[in-house]
């Protein structure tokens, strides 16, 4: 589309005087003037109304993963031209193929400007990779990636359970393939089929069938809904851009993470993706998958009655083994009279010696009689009880003469102990005329200085003890008067003897300086 400058007001036109500007000249002077925002606009209403929305093909460069704003910015080139693209953020999440350094895709977008770098872009709104030979690249390079993490390992693989009692399916439920397993499953052995409805191809569908087998995994063994034995993953035959959901990474992992044996039946036989490598099976058919599924019911039951029949035949013919071989030892057992021969011989024999053999116990024990009997005259118990009893007489008298010395002994011993405790007793001191000081706690006092600090002291004499209080000790009104204890008071316990102290040194040997007066001695009365 032309440029179309904005209308000016139209001039009359005149013919150029002498001296003034040729025509060419006073045509620019009246081109229109634009500014930078204007043309921007009118460029890009250009550009956008001419082309609107492409596929382009070419190489992708300059990618550098999602910008922080979560868009992405790269170039498609080929060998002669190079224009910057753009994938929104929005966009760039529903890709089927991911934009890749070094990739050759068809991407279909809207070709506009972008006013910041007066430059021209591709809007990507779809990216596929551009032929047969980059969706493969892009395939095997995935495979071997997934095939690294140990995805596609034999040991992960488990049995199909033999005979399933729910089946799952993942497809579409508008399409042959579930007709076809059904119908199969009719033919061999019906079983209970739960289907899960999904897309298998276009944008969307590999999430779909993902999601499909989780959420079958989620199921609970015992709940509402029944917790299928086995899962089939079908669809039918396509190009490789048809099949391509199956090859994407979330099926795979769902696949490989199932905990539901797995048969995946995607396309015909000759057709190959990457969840045929992460299942527990690969069938080359929906139909196959339904014959791998289940066994043929009218095969079982011919086999059970083959085994019945070989079972009963079994037992039968060993029956009569046995029989055989009871009836070969019944005539191999000897008769009664045989068998009990060898018996009677025993006994009789027996018999024959037992007669003798008690006779001449009989006599043996006779002769051991005789024998205890003439012990026993000989060494009477009367005359064994006679000489007992002369020498318990014998000793009887000297039990008594020991036992009075002893006693005799120690009363001796017990006197002359007495006369040392009377010699050794405080109380005879006391009997010669002195007395004994206590305090009111009872204990000795041994100095005149303690005395005086004393508040009451006590006097044991011989005959008794009275209590007295020092000259000038405080009174003290809430005690009691001093009286005399009677004379039948229980004497005091005696108190431990103190440590002798050693005897004050001469007067010779005083030390130098005045002498302290001695303390005088307080009254007691």
Known sequence: MPLVPPPRPATAAAAPSPGE??????????????????LTAALKRTLEDAFGHVRLRGEISGYRGPHGSGHAYF????GTAKIDAVVWKGVLGRLRQKPKEGLEVVATGKITTFAGKSSYQIVIDA??????????????????????????????????????RVIGVVTSPTGAVIRDILHRLEDRFPRPVLVWPVRVQGEGAAEEIAAAIRGFNALAPDGAIPRPDVLIVARGGGSIEDLWAFNEEAVVR??????????????????????????????????GAAEMAVPVRAELSAQIHDLGARKAGTMLRRIERERADF????????????FLAAKRQRLDLADARLRPALAANARDSRERLNRLADRL???????????????????????RTAIARIVERRRDRLGAQAGLLGALSYKAVLARGYALVRDADGLPV?????????ARLQLQFADGAVFVRPEGAPTDPAAAPLAAPPADAPTPPRPKRAPRRAA??????????????????????
């Open 377 to 399: 005259t000989r060494r009477s118990p009367a005359i064994a009880l006679a000489e007992a009893r002369a020498r318990l007489a014998g000793i009887d008298h000297r039990p």
């Open 21 to 38: 500007p040729a025509p060419s000249a006073l045509l620019q002077a009246n081109a229109p003037e634009w500014s930078v925002g204007d």
């Open 75 to 78: 170039s498609l080139k080929d």
């Open 504 to 525: 004050p040194e001469p007067a010779s040997k005083a030390t130098e300086g005045p002498t302290e007066p001695a303390a005088r001695q307080g009254s007691l009365f």
């Open 127 to 164: 990216m596929e990779p551009a032929g047969i030979g980059a969706w493969m690249a892009l395939l095997e390079e995935r495979k071997r990636l997934l095939a690294a993490e140990g995805l596609f390992e034999a040991d992960r693989k488990r049995p199909i359970p033999f005979l399933p």
């Open 446 to 454: 041994r100095s005149a200085e303690a005395a005086a600090e004393a």
């Open 327 to 338: 009836r070969a030892l019944v005539r191999a057992i000897p008769g009664a009279d045989a």
């Open 254 to 287: 769902a696949a490989a993470e199932s905990g539901i044996p797995l048969i995946s039946a995607v396309g015909h036989e000759t057709d190959t993706t990457l969840i045929d490598f992460a299942s527990d099976r690969r069938a080359p058919t929906p139909t």
